[in-house]
């Protein structure tokens, strides 16, 4: 929902702290000197004044969630730009939900509307393997929130797992050996579409990543309060946070 909620009073919604002041998920890579956008949701056009992103060479999303997805006609401003589509990589069931969500930007069957040549798809058939997007080495993985398939991704020696709450043990060969660890939890109770706190915890520990960040909080959970409880290699990730990485590593 974001934070604050709309017409929320409770502490966190109110609190002057800027790290309980958070917008819907998403990251953005730089690697090889370009930007790869990992999902765009209804915070994006206020995301990229903030953050002064002024080109993007490609967007990723995980699923088809509005949170992950409200914001993808927000760039078309760069397509107006570059007078060229942007590449998206994607798994064909989010496709097939954008398809529906976003049919004039979407929809492959119907080649009439112009507006569709602002993605250039490169679909995810297989539901965990290696990729190259953008001449950059990808592993992918996948997992379930609540029926839906949704796509997780490495890079190297990091990792971006969102709204994962059912997962095949397989997901911990493609996360092993990870330096940092992206990863979502909700509150500290528990919920059907999330990981609690205490989940992603055990998650992190068990993938082994030296380094683990969570993202994705509800306003049941106060930054400071949150960080104190944690394990030390675990901090609660805030807008604005800044992480680097190898993406050669693997
Ligand atoms: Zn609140
Ligand atoms: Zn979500």
């Known amino acids: 929902m974001g934070i604050p909620v709309i017409g929320c009073d409770c502490e966190v ?12 998920s998403s ?3 730089t690697i090889d000197g370009k930007k790869i956008l990992i999902d765009c949701g209804p915070d994006y056009r206020f995301q990229a004044l903030q ?4 080109t993007l060479d490609g967007l990723i999303l995980t699923h088809s969630h509005y949170d992950h997805t409200a914001g993808v006609d927000e760039l078309r401003v760069y397509v107006m730009r570059n007078k060229q589509p942007i590449p998206c990589l994607l798994g064909h069931e989010t496709l097939r939900d954008l398809e529906q969500r976003f049919y004039y930007l979407f929809n492959t069957d119907d080649k009439s509307d112009v507006l569709k040549a602002k993605f250039d798809l490169q679909i995810l058939k297989d539901k965990r393997g290696m ?3 953008l001449g950059i080495k990808i592993l992918y993985t996948s997992f379930e929130q609540a029926g839906m398939r949704v796509n997780g991704f490495r890079f190297g020696n990091l990792a971006y797992i969102s709204d994962i709450r059912k997962f095949d043990e397989i997901i911990y060969e493609d996360l092993k050996g990870l330096d940092t660890l992206i990863i979502s939890a909700l509150r500290f109770t528990p919920s059907h579409l999330h990981f609690s ?3 992603a915890v055990a998650f992190i520990q068990r993938c082994g990543a030296k380094k683990g960040w969570l993202m994705h909080i509800s306003h049941e ?9 944690l394990p030390e290699n675990i901090r609660m990730a805030y807008d604005g946070l800044e992480i680097s990485f190898s993406p050669g590593e693997f």
């Open 27 to 29: 990251v953005l890579l």
């Open 221 to 229: 959970v106060e930054h400071l309060h949150a960080n104190a409880y």
């Open 51 to 54: 953050y002064d992103i002024r």
């Open 131 to 133: 990729t190259e997007f």
């Open 197 to 199: 706190i205490d989940e």
């Open 13 to 24: 919604c109110q609190s002057t702290n800027p790290c309980n002041k958070r917008l819907r």
